[in-house]
């Protein structure tokens, strides 16, 4: 206290009770996301996967792919954050290098927290009053970001979760497919049996936002009806819910901007796959014969991953984002590649990504003005 007041005593006192209000709140998310982790990298490691490789591993790795992978992933990352602005609108006044800044640092805090609770991060940062200014004359409001992010994330899965069956059931795998993923308690059955259920998800989620922004009294009527036979409160809230996601959806409103959109989730998408199989290429993996692996199996790897990291999990992923990449190269190679020159590659993957991620939020903190900690604190209490 500097002048003996207590409203000085208060101010000084206001940010440690803020971040006891934000570990209270999220304490249960943090200690099972830990939990996770742990138990996830005990079943990989004790499996005779690694998180580490040893330097055996690392013999095949051609270095010089990694600065074009880099470049890659900056690449995807920007039309990642970019394609945004359909979703938001017209006459937001936010520009593509804000967007990209404001994205590279919600994607960071999703990285960062637990199941996926950094998600509020980018729509508030989309909001603050330091976007305001560069915002234009119309407000984006802390719902409207909101639902614009719900609904890129369905349509997201949906892309995705179609990708890999497609890729499940055109690619060939190899014969005969192990019973069970190297390292890891499940067998390659359970695993194609839930990317197939991914899919059947998001195409139901898909369908029930569809209904509520082309039929939403219809669709609002009909929850009430077959919810409520369960429960009015319950009914009401599901009802509340698709229809914030059905507003995010207003970009096939426009055939502009539901073309500009689905262009640019193709090429982010695309770039994914791309960025995947050369760095399986130059990591050493390869088939039982040598031969290089397919965009096709790219394509898997990336919805392999893709619908794994999209699950609630633990900080950094750690565990989760492994997982996915084995789950999909023990059907593509043989057991010799997967745990040798696989393993250099499913840790270069995190790496890369995880240290560009990083870099990227430097450059959006000191490029754009961005104050993570306040923001962040404020988005997530």
């Not at 830990?34 to 270095?63: E, N």
């Not at 990642?80 to 919600?106: D, E």
């Not at 009914?235 to 500009?260: C, I, M, N, P, W």
């Not at 840790?347 to 991620?357: D, E, G, I, K």
Request: contains cysteine; aromatic residues 10%.
């Amino acid at each position: 206290m500097k002048d003996g007041s207590p409203a000085g005593d208060l101010s000084e006192r206001a940010p440690p009770a803020r971040r006891r209000s934000f570990l209270r709140r999220h304490a249960a998310k943090l200690t099972l996301s830990l939990a996770v982790a742990c138990g996830l990298v005990y079943s990989i490691q004790r499996g005779g996967l690694k998180l580490i490789p040893k330097g055996a591993d690392f013999q095949t790795v051609r270095w010089w792919i990694l600065p074009i992978y880099a470049a890659a992933f900056v690449t995807l990352t920007w039309f990642r954050s970019t394609r945004w602005r359909f979703l938001l609108g017209a006459g937001t006044g936010l520009t593509k290098r804000r967007l990209f800044a404001i994205s590279i640092v919600g994607f960071t805090a999703i990285l960062l927290l637990p199941f996926r609770i950094g998600e509020l991060v980018r729509p508030y940062l989309a909001r603050t009053p330091a976007a305001e200014a560069a915002r234009g004359p119309r407000r984006i409001t802390m719902a409207m970001a909101t639902s614009s992010i719900m609904a890129e994330r369905v349509i997201d899965g949906l892309y995705l979760s179609l990708v890999l069956a497609a890729s499940l059931v055109l690619v060939p795998t190899i014969h005969p497919l192990p019973e069970k993923v190297v390292g890891l308690p499940i067998t390659v059955g359970q695993v194609r049996g839930y990317a197939y259920s991914i899919l059947g998800l998001f195409s139901c989620l898909f369908v029930g936002v569809a209904a509520f922004y082309w039929m939403r009294s219809w669709a609002h009527a009909l929850t009430l009806k077959l919810v409520g036979l369960v429960s009015r409160p319950i009914a009401e809230k599901v009802a509340g819910t698709f229809e914030q996601l059905a507003d995010g959806l207003h970009v096939f409103g426009s055939r502009t901007r539901a073309v500009g959109f689905l262009f640019e989730t193709t090429i982010y998408w695309g770039l994914s796959a791309l960025g995947l199989g050369l760095l399986a290429w130059g990591s050493g993996v390869v088939h039982a014969d040598g031969s290089v692996g397919s965009f096709g199996e790219a394509c898997a790897l990336l919805g392999m991953l893709g619908c794994a990291v999209m699950l609630p999990g633990p900080p950094g992923l750690l565990g989760v984002f492994q997982a996915g990449l084995y789950a999909g190269m023990v059907m593509y190679y043989p057991t010799v590649v997967v745990t040798g020159p696989g393993a250099s590659f499913v840790f270069l993957t995190y790496a890369m990504q995880v240290v560009c991620q990083l870099a990227m939020t430097v450059w959006a903190i000191s490029a754009v003005g961005i104050d993570v900690g306040r923001t962040a604190l404020d988005a997530l209490d």
